[in-house]
């Protein structure tokens, strides 16, 4: 993370309201008073910390540019079974939340975290100190999803009290907006089983990195990215899921959680046939990659045509150039100019409301 930027974290603990809690980050300068506060979601196995090079990217080009948007804070929420949420949930989530867990949730723990159901604790575990909560009842919001983290954003709109007048725009980056019968048909069931079959055991995170950089996945990504990955998204043995083991590191969010998130077919449907009733309640830009290696073309058609109803009823639609699914790890400075591109369409049409 930039030396320029402060950072602190907390836990977001909205019980006896709702069970599950979340592991959240905040960035700022002391000398950031007034502007747009951006609250970044995730994609799944992935963590809040995954952001922080685009972060950095978009504060230097704003900064370098003399960019008249400004930013109040940034805010970066873990999904309740990724990253350090999944550790702080480990026994809640072996009920309830297995063989699925569906995307709602984390819209709900998004939704409660910014209408203060709950109280706040400094630090990454439930021993931390109580702080006051944060009140963005006076804050402009613009939300930034990475896949589901983009669906849940969206989801998080559906509780009540209602959002959708905090948020100024969503800017959705690969959003897993597909039709229902293509998801069910394809592409879920192959996911969970590439989840519940996938490596999740090294002796070190020394050799974790090193055996990551080298697969065809992960060496497209930016070393940043990764170094951050291996960092923040593994935790030391034992744990539940392998009490026995006790040495080497494993994924925070579990293989198991990982497929339960990939077998929910909720998230998908709900997004896909609400596409337009969540465009007219709230900016939303849609933003995919050049290369389809996961979500294919003509699925992105389909969505344009058939879930929206048009690129008119966007707030905007484009592409970043040469990048796949996993965008913000691959090249976290062109989803950064993407970021700054979409937050400027917005200023242009919403003014002084910004």
């Not at 006896?16 to 502007?35: C, F, H």
């Not at 959705?172 to 069931?189: A, K």
């Not at 070190?204 to 950089?213: I, P």
């Not at 062109?334 to 369409?345: G, S």
Request: net charge neutral; aromatic share 10%; glycine share 8%.
């Amino acid at each position: 993370m930039s030396s320029s930027l402060l950072s602190e974290s907390y836990t977001w603990d909205p019980r006896p309201y709702y069970p599950l809690v979340s592991a959240i980050k905040r960035y700022w300068k002391p000398s950031w008073k007034d502007g747009l506060t951006l609250v970044f979601t995730h994609g799944t196995g992935f963590g809040k910390e995954h952001w922080e090079p685009t972060i950095d990217d978009l504060v230097d080009i704003i900064e370098q540019q003399s960019s008249k948007i400004k930013i109040r804070e940034i805010w970066s929420i873990d999904a309740p079974n990724h990253g350090d949420s999944a550790i702080l949930n480990e026994e809640k989530l072996q009920w309830g939340y297995e063989p699925t867990f569906q995307w709602g949730e984390y819209g709900r723990s998004i939704h409660s975290f910014l209408t203060g159901r709950g109280r706040t604790l400094l630090g990454s575990t439930l021993e931390g100190k109580v702080v006051g909560n944060f009140d963005f009842s006076s804050h402009t919001l613009v939300g930034i999803g990475h896949s589901v983290g983009a669906v849940a954003l969206l989801l998080g709109l559906d509780f009540a009290p209602s959002i959708e007048s905090l948020f100024a725009s969503m800017i959705c980056v690969e959003p897993m907006i597909m039709d229902p019968s293509v998801i069910l048909t394809t592409n879920s069931g192959k996911l969970a089983q590439a989840s519940d079959s996938r490596r999740d055991i090294w002796p070190s995170r020394e050799d974790a990195y090193k055996t990551l950089k080298a697969r065809k996945m992960w060496k497209v990504w930016d070393d940043r990215v990764l170094k951050i990955f291996v960092e923040t998204g593994l935790r030391p043995l034992p744990t539940l899921d392998y009490p026995d083991i006790k040495e080497g590191v494993t994924l925070k969010c579990s293989r198991k959680q990982e497929a339960a998130v990939y077998r929910d077919s909720h998230g998908y449907s709900t997004v896909y046939r609400g596409f337009r009733c969540y465009a007219s309640r709230v900016r939303i830009h849609l933003c995919y990659g050049t290369i389809h290696d996961y979500i294919p073309a003509e699925n992105i058609e389909d969505v344009l045509k058939n879930a929206i109803g048009g690129t008119q009823n966007l707030a905007s639609f484009g592409y970043i150039e040469g990048v796949g699914h996993t965008a913000p790890h691959q090249n976290p400075r062109k989803v950064a100019e993407k970021i700054l591109e979409c937050l400027n369409v917005d200023a242009r049409a919403l003014g002084s409301k910004l």
